[in-house]
């Protein structure tokens, strides 16, 4: 066997991340704005970006002994905070700093120190209809004859931001829409347009966005759980259009919690019995999330790693059992401070029960904001190297990530970190780590 780590292989081709970066945002809401104040704040040294791998992360190249740990804005190229440029549509009047006011993750002082910033920015008319997002009434929308020229709209709104940036990515920061089945006109790009055309059901806003953004040939994130670009038709036009995609769902809270704890039950072979997870939440989310047609879409996001990492049909004396549960209850006096609770029913040696409790008291926007920068800045990065279509590596950030059809998703977050930084190390021709080390005692 082999006791050297994996050879290394030629750098890929990645074009400098010159000029500026446009994000633009689908939903400007508590996640957004919290994202764009935050950066703001930032940029201006009054905050430090918390959370963040792209600012704060490191990642070792070569052996152990090399101690050679360059962060990982300094090894990759990424676009720099100074040069984002950020737009975005939303059904509500009003700019961004009324917006993060109505969110109210972030304080009044804080935002006041940024105001001239935020108040300059204008969400742009929106493509709602409100049989996707029940509990929301749109105050500013676009009208059009059909889908087709909803889509188009905000294609033209795309070509005026990128005659400001130089390069540009699109994201659904956006309610969770109704939940949604694959049909007919998911299938190829031929039927996705002339569904658009023919209004089908089956597209929603969300979709009209991403198809937009890569008929631009524009990088799209899905961080909400809708169907969105988790379907062929626009996987295809991805690929077409060379502009990569990831989602689905950014993975904050209770998920994360959940792709951490399962792999230790699993390492050790402690069977779980239960898991009963609620929350209380009081943000605009959680309003529309009360609505069960949306619960069901975040429902499905949020059951379905369980069963990947227990793996119950290879253990089913340990995992072929387990009720698992999942509750969001709105709750408006915590807004943006959800709280989360967990009780999970474990079983060790003999069959012997034990309990573990979790209340974790978060902030659902600051855990999210950080996410959304580093999504964005690695699908630039992504992009200039010339990559396309589903970008799994980016699984790490997101509950229900998507994967090439017919392969299950790597939900345990520190393997999906490994292959966050293994992509990285093979876009830099750097030796992969694959954590064997027998090189270290030869
Ligand atoms: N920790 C987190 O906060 C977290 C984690 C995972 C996923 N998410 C998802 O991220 C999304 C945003 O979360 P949030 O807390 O910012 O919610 P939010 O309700 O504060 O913001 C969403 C915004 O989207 C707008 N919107 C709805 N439909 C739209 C459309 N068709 N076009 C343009 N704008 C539209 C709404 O008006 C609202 O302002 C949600 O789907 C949420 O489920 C959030």
């Given at each position: 066997?082999?006791?050297?780590?994996?050879?290394?292989?030629?750098?890929?081709?990645?074009?400098?991340?010159?000029?500026?970066?446009?994000?633009?945002?689908?939903?400007?809401?508590?996640?957004?704005?919290?994202?764009?104040?935050?950066?703001?704040?930032?940029?201006?040294?009054?905050?430090?970006?918390?959370?963040?791998?792209?600012?704060?992360?490191?990642?070792?190249?070569?052996?152990?002994?090399?101690?050679?740990?360059?962060?990982?804005?300094?090894?990759?190229?990424?676009?720099?905070?100074?040069?984002?440029?950020?737009?975005?549509?939303?059904?509500?009047?009003?700019?961004?700093?009324?917006?993060?006011?109505?969110?109210?993750?972030?304080?009044?002082?804080?935002?006041?120190?940024?105001?001239?910033?935020?108040?300059?920015?204008?969400?742009?008319?929106?493509?709602?209809?409100?049989?996707?997002?029940?509990?929301?009434?749109?105050?500013k929308a676009k009208t059009g004859k059909n889908k087709c020229d909803l889509a188009s709209q905000i294609r033209n709104d795309i070509a005026e931001f990128k005659s400001k940036t130089d390069r540009q990515v699109l994201i659904w920061t956006g309610s969770t829409e109704i939940f949604m089945e694959e049909t007919a006109v998911h299938q190829s790009i031929e039927a996705f347009e002339r569904g658009l055309t023919e209004n089908d059901p089956g597209i929603a806003p969300s979709q009209m966005y991403a198809w937009a953004a890569l008929k631009e040939g524009i990088p799209f994130i899905n961080g909400a759980p809708n169907l969105t670009v988790d379907i062929p038709a626009l996987n295809e036009l991805s690929r077409k259009m060379n502009a990569p995609i990831c989602g689905k769902d950014f993975k904050t809270g209770q998920t994360m919690i959940k792709s951490v704890l399962a792999p230790m039950f699993k390492t050790r072979m402690l069977g779980v019995s239960g898991w009963y997870s609620t929350n209380i939440l009081g943000n605009r989310d959680g309003e529309v999330l009360d609505d069960p047609e949306s619960f069901k879409t975040k429902e499905e996001s949020k059951l379905g790693l369980l069963d990947i990492?227990?793996?119950?049909e290879l253990y089913p004396v340990l995992y072929k059992d387990i009720y698992h549960k999942v509750r969001i209850n709105y709750y408006p006096p915590r807004g943006d401070n959800k709280e989360g609770w967990d009780n999970i029913d474990i079983f060790g040696w003999l069959g012997y029960p034990m309990q573990i409790k979790i209340d974790f008291l978060c902030r659902d926007s600051i855990l999210a904001a950080p996410i959304v920068l580093d999504l964005a800045l690695f699908l630039d990065l992504a992009q200039r190297a010339g990559m396309k279509g589903i970008q799994e590596w980016l699984s790490f950030y997101f509950k229900s990530p998507q994967t090439a059809p017919g392969l299950y998703p790597e939900h345990d977050v520190f393997i999906q970190l490994m292959k966050l930084k293994n992509t990285l190390r093979y876009l830099r021709g750097e030796d992969l780590i694959t954590h064997l080390g027998l090189e270290y005692y030869d």
């Open positions: 066997m082999s006791s050297q780590p994996a050879a290394s292989q030629n750098a890929a081709t990645i074009q400098p991340a010159k000029g500026k970066l446009g994000i633009m945002t689908a939903g400007m809401g508590a996640v957004c704005t919290t994202l764009i104040a935050g950066v703001e704040a930032v940029r201006r040294g009054i905050a430090k970006p918390i959370g963040s791998l792209t600012q704060m992360g490191t990642i070792r190249l070569g052996k152990r002994t090399e101690n050679n740990t360059p962060l990982i804005k300094d090894f990759v190229p990424l676009a720099s905070l100074d040069d984002l440029v950020f737009t975005g549509w939303d059904i509500f009047g009003g700019n961004l700093y009324e917006a993060a006011r109505t969110a109210q993750v972030l304080d009044r002082d804080q935002l006041d120190q940024i105001r001239p910033y935020l108040e300059s920015i204008e969400p742009l008319p929106a493509v709602f209809d409100q049989h996707y997002v029940k509990r929301l009434t749109a105050k990492i227990l793996q119950p």
